[in-house]
């Protein structure tokens, strides 16, 4: 989730603005972000559209081992 990680930064967005959106507890958000569970795809929505609506689901969820290059 290394793109989803970056956006937030840059746009000042938190684990708890993530949070609130999926209405569920910081540690299931960081646990998401982390790769140690899945996003849902109405979970993934819900972030783009609240927060980055001018991102792709594909670029912001991409998968670390997408963007490898052999």
């Known amino acids: 989730m290394r793109n989803l990680k970056a ?3 840059r746009y000042g967005v ?3 603005d993530i949070q609130k959106v999926l209405d569920c ?3 299931t958000v960081r646990n998401k ?3 140690y569970t899945d996003f849902t795809l109405p979970e993934a929505f819900k972030i783009k559209n609240q927060y980055f609506s001018g991102y792709t689901l594909e670029y912001l969820f991409a998968n670390d081992n997408d963007c490898k290059v052999s």
């Open 7 to 9: 956006e937030m930064e």
């Open 14 to 16: 938190s684990i708890t």
């Open 25 to 27: 507890s910081a540690k």
């Open 33 to 35: 972000i982390n790769g």
